[in-house]
């Protein structure tokens, strides 16, 4: 009969099992080989400059909330109609017109330009947006180019690797025929210089990854040593078509757009200055005792008649660089409607080449090697092999650098869109 254990006793164990394992699965997650998208978000999550572009918005929103507001009132203190010269030189009450007085004044500036402050200040908060939309982009760009930096090297290694048993062989095989009497020593050191160049290969790639781990650890942390398997370099995540054709919403052009908005923004508060603006005061007068005390009230409003040399200058200044901004996003346009046509060529044109290559072209030089050496243990001549070897090395490492290169125009393309979700 099996004996009845306590709920207690069963949680405490549980409990237990947890807290001994625990130590383990969080190390197989941080083992856990690192994605192409992983390695974006988190480098995104981490970067210092998309941290600073969140304070400027913060700021430029807090900016935006006092603007547009009526300026704090000023209070003045003060002694009116004292006298100074005889017969009551600086004796208080000997005029019935000398009184302490207190007032309160408000600035109020026009309408219009208050609109165009506050307009101005929107305009600046849409342009801290779009800075940090770029630097987003650029990040994605930049995080995304470190991982397919250590992938490539790792695909090249592999490539190298996968040549050393053929190396191994051919040296074998020109030892053999040299102790048979069929080879010579010239054909075990040409066999043995192959195989040790290979491995100068190998070693150099394994520094190069090694390099290409320390960027992308900077941007991701740990993690950086197992890379999972690549996405389809062969699609893009958007459709080519969309991309030729939603130029104007693609994170440079926000960027453009919301300057220009800016420049608009300006020109208004400028043209806006033209407006008169207002002040309105209030004033309290105690005099002597036995005389009454006395109220002021005062209106003033400012006359821009002089428009020609103060506002009109500022105005056209404005209107001038709204002007060019407007005609630098033309050209960023333009500039970035061709960028994208020769990306997508060239990504394509990649595309291409690497089909060729991996259904035509490398199993060819793997054959022809292959033959080579299979002729030479037959009795043949051994630089056959060696020219077919050294040929089949330039091939692979010809197909690694098309793989990284059309992955690099990938990645120009990929995040050309603003991203979707929440973002750090």
């Not at 500036?109 to 947006?129: F, H, K, Y």
């Not at 300057?259 to 005061?281: C, I, L, M, Q, Y």
């Not at 243990?377 to 650098?401: F, H, K, N, T």
Request: hydrophobic share 45%.
């Amino acid at each position: 009969m099996r004996p009845c254990i306590p709920r207690s006793s069963r949680g405490t164990r549980f409990l237990s099992l947890f807290l001994l394992l625990s130590p383990a699965i969080r190390l197989h997650a941080s083992q856990a080989p690192l994605t192409l998208v992983d390695a974006v978000q988190r480098g995104v999550a981490r970067a210092p400059l998309i941290r600073a572009d969140r304070d400027t918005i913060a700021a430029s929103r807090a900016r935006a909330d006092r603007a547009g507001r009526l300026p704090d009132p000023s209070m003045s203190l003060g002694i009116s109609n004292y006298p100074v010269t005889a017969p009551d030189t600086l004796r208080w009450g000997a005029d019935p017109m000398t009184m302490r007085t207190i007032g309160i004044t408000q600035e109020i500036p026009s309408e219009a330009l208050r609109t165009a402050e506050q307009r101005r200040a929107d305009a600046g908060v849409d342009v801290a947006i779009a800075t940090r939309a770029v630097t987003i982009e650029r990040t994605q760009e930049r995080v995304a180019d470190a991982w397919i930096a250590v992938w490539a090297l790792g695909r090249r290694r592999t490539e190298l690797i996968e040549l050393r048993a053929e190396s191994r062989l051919a040296v074998q095989v020109a030892k053999a025929r040299l102790k048979g009497g069929d080879g010579t020593a010239t054909d075990v050191l040409a066999a043995e210089a192959a195989a040790l160049t290979l491995e100068n290969r190998i070693d150099a790639v394994d520094a190069a990854r090694e390099a290409a781990r320390a960027e992308l650890r900077r941007w991701v942390g740990s993690g950086a040593n197992r890379l999972a398997a690549p996405p389809d370099f062969a699609r893009l995540p958007q459709a080519p078509a969309m991309l030729e054709t939603r130029i104007d919403r693609q994170v440079p052009m926000d960027l453009w757009r919301a300057r220009e908005g800016a420049a608009a923004a300006a020109f208004a508060e400028a043209r806006a200055t033209k407006h008169p603006d207002w002040s309105v005061g209030v004033a309290y007068g105690n005099r002597s005792p036995g005389r009454a005390d006395m109220v002021s009230l005062q209106f003033s409003v400012s006359l821009p008649v002089f428009t020609r040399h103060r506002q009109d200058p500022g105005i056209d200044a404005a209107d001038d660089d709204w002007r060019a901004v407007q005609a630098e996003h033309r050209d960023a346009r333009r500039a970035q409607r061709a960028a994208v046509a020769a990306r997508l060529a060239v990504w394509r044109g990649w595309t291409r080449r690497i089909d060729r290559d991996r259904d035509q072209l490398l199993p060819l030089a793997r054959d022809r090697a292959r033959t080579a050496l299979a002729a030479y243990r037959g009795g043949g001549s051994l630089q056959p092999w060696l020219e077919a070897r050294r040929d089949e090395i330039a091939s692979r490492l010809s197909y690694v650098d098309a793989l990284a290169a059309r992955a690099g125009q990938w990645t120009a393309l990929a995040y050309l869109m603003p991203a979707k979700g929440e973002l750090p």
